[in-house]
């Protein structure tokens, strides 16, 4: 069985229990995990070691909250005070962790459906998006990580350009993928509203609304968008549904053209806005 779940933020036990709910065997099931496993939640640590656990029958995507955790271990940024995230930076074993980590994606194209965390600009279609992840990737994994690091926050370039080189272009494909939610007809990205899509700055729309999007007819799932809540279309999965928050932890079974959305009711772990 194939399963794809949105945002754990270090919500370890809501983990456990769709674990338990699903029946999930490490030989029969493989679950995708769609960013975000870390942070604000109250036990990431235990996040990382139940997910490593599952050994090849998962695979973890980078999130916005995930390059965070990186990039203060490396000393590139400060610690946001709604972090939860000294467990990890004050274990014995953090290197181990921080590597894991830094091993994971940032997109996948498997099983029929291409999978990010955040979104993908309307320029790319589903083989450009895993080619360009996998640059972002090479960089995460390589001795440069920390200066790479110091490069990649900002919202410039906000729209692709396929002559972008260097740290603009990677910076845009972080951006994209690990926190894009609305962006204009020509691809330019907005940062600033989290509301949900009726929320859209004029001239704005959510990213997978723009018409002629080089994705469209290619199932696409993600999370990061909790505002958004599920979305459950034939060719779009948004699986955000705010466990953080009080609400959901969302998982779907994908098998050909069978689908079953299952979800587990969430202790609140912090309040939106704290921070």
Sequence with gaps: ??????????????LERMLHKIDFSPSRDHLFVLGDLVNRGPDSLGVLRRLRELDNAATCLLGNHDLHLLAVAHGVRKPHRSDTLDPILNAPDRDDWLNWLRQQRLAVHEHGWLMVHAGVVPQWDAAQTVVLAGEVEAMLRSPEVGEFLTTMYGNE?????????GVDRWRCVVNSLTRLRFCAADGTMEFATKEGSGGAPEGYMPWFEVPGRHTQGTPVAFGHWSTLGLINRDDLLALDTGCLWGGHLTAVRVDGTTREVIQIPCPQAQKPGKG
């Design 1 to 14: 069985m194939i399963y794809l779940m949105g945002d754990l933020q270090g919500c370890c036990q809501p």
């Design 157 to 165: 370039p906000a729209c692709w350009d396929e002559r972008l080189q």
